[in-house]
C-alpha cells in the first residue's frame, strides 16, 4: 500500500545529507554518512538485445576499466585489438534500472534492513507523465492520465538545487510498482531504519548504493548487479587524451574551415558549421544552436568545445 503523504522528517534526513550534490564526486549524488559506498552499474545492451556487463565491453575493446570510468571511455577507445571491431552495441540507460536489476536488488535490499516495510522513494518531478500524450488507433491524440494523483503533484516536494521530488512510502516492493506501465525506478530510495540507501539521477548511467561494508561486499560479488566500490572522495575519470586533442583538432577545423571529419574506432562521424554560422549539424542530421553574435558570453572556440565532445558521444550512440 502506497501511502503519499510527504513525511517531512525522512525528507529532511535525506536532503541534509544531499548537500553536495553537484560536486565533481561519485558519491555525491547519494547521502553522506554511510561507511561505503557502491557503484551500480547500469548495463550496456548488445545488438542482440543481451545484457551486457561494463567490464565485457572494456574487455572487447582492450580498455583496462577501473571504479571510476565513464562508459563513453571505455566503449571508444583510441584503437581496437589487431583484427577486431569497436563493441558495437547500445548504451546504458540513463536514470534508472532495468526491471532484472531492480527486482534482484529488491530481494538483495530487504535483508539488510531492519524496516522493510517503511521504505520511502523519491521520483524526479519532470518525468513528464502530467504532459504525456495518449495514441490509439482511429483515434485522435488525447492527454494520457497522469498516474501520480493530482493532490500530489500539486503538493510539497523534496528540494534540492536543481531537483525536485515527489515523495511517497510503502513497502520495499514499491521500487517495483512504475516498472509495468512507465520503465521507472525511484531516483533515491532508503528505508527507516537509515540502513542502506539507493541513489540516481535522471542524467546517469549508474545508480549509487550507500550503506554497511557487508552489503556492498555483498553486491560488488554479485552475479546479476555489476557494482564496483568507490570511495567518497572518488570522481569521475577526465576525457581521455587522445579524445580531447582530436575534439581540439576539430573544433580548429570548424573555426577555420566550417567542416571537420572525426575518425573513431566507433564510426566516423563529420560536422560542419551552417553557412548561417549559427548551427552545428552533422552529417547524419542533428544539430546544436550557436550563439556567434557580438557580445556572447562565450566565445565560437569555447562554445565548440563545450558542445562537440557531448555532440560526438551522442552521434556514436554512447549515451
Avoid at 287 to 299: F, K, N, V, W, Y
Amino acid at each position: 500500500m502506497v501511502d503519499w503523504v510527504l513525511d517531512a522528517g525522512e525528507v529532511e534526513w535525506m536532503t541534509e545529507r544531499l548537500a553536495n550534490f553537484w560536486d565533481r564526486r561519485l558519491a555525491a549524488i547519494a547521502p553522506a554518512g554511510f561507511r561505503v559506498y557502491g557503484r551500480l552499474l547500469h548495463p550496456a545492451q548488445a545488438k542482440d538485445g543481451a545484457w551486457v556487463r561494463w567490464a565485457d565491453v572494456a574487455t572487447h575493446n582492450g580498455v583496462a576499466m577501473l571504479a571510476t570510468s565513464d562508459f563513453s571511455h571505455i566503449a571508444m577507445p583510441q584503437s581496437v585489438l589487431r583484427d577486431g571491431e569497436a563493441w558495437a552495441g547500445n548504451p546504458p540507460e540513463i536514470g534508472r534500472l532495468n526491471s532484472d536489476q531492480a527486482e534482484h536488488l529488491v530481494e538483495v535490499l530487504r535483508s539488510y534492513t531492519t524496516t522493510p516495510h517503511a521504505v520511502s522513494f523519491a521520483l524526479w518531478d519532470g518525468l513528464g507523465w502530467d504532459h504525456a500524450t495518449l495514441y490509439r488507433p482511429g483515434h485522435p491524440p488525447a492527454p494520457a492520465p497522469d498516474p501520480i494523483p493530482s493532490s500530489v503533484r500539486n503538493g510539497p516536494r523534496m528540494r534540492i538545487p536543481g531537483r525536485d521530488y515527489i515523495v511517497y512510502r510503502g513497502s520495499i516492493e514499491e521500487a517495483l510498482m512504475w516498472m509495468p506501465s512507465q520503465h521507472q525506478t525511484p531516483h533515491y530510495w532508503w528505508p527507516k531504519d537509515h540502513a542502506w540507501a539507493v541513489a540516481g539521477d535522471v542524467d546517469l548511467p549508474w545508480s549509487i548504493v550507500a550503506g554497511g561494508s557487508d552489503l556492498i561486499g555483498r553486491l560488488v560479488h554479485d552475479t546479476v548487479l555489476e557494482v564496483v566500490p568507490i570511495t567518497a572522495s572518488d570522481t569521475l575519470d577526465s576525457q581521455p587524451a587522445w579524445l580531447t586533442a582530436a575534439i581540439e583538432r576539430a573544433v580548429q577545423d570548424l573555426i577555420h574551415h566550417r567542416l571537420t571529419v572525426i575518425d573513431t574506432p566507433r564510426g566516423v562521424v563529420s560536422f560542419r558549421i551552417s553557412d548561417s554560422g549559427v548551427w552545428l549539424e552533422s552529417g547524419r542530421g542533428s544539430r546544436i544552436r550557436l550563439h556567434p553574435e557580438r557580445g556572447a558570453r562565450r566565445t565560437l572556440e569555447d562554445q565548440l568545445l563545450a558542445h562537440l565532445s557531448a555532440a560526438l558521444l551522442s552521434e556514436l550512440r554512447l549515451y
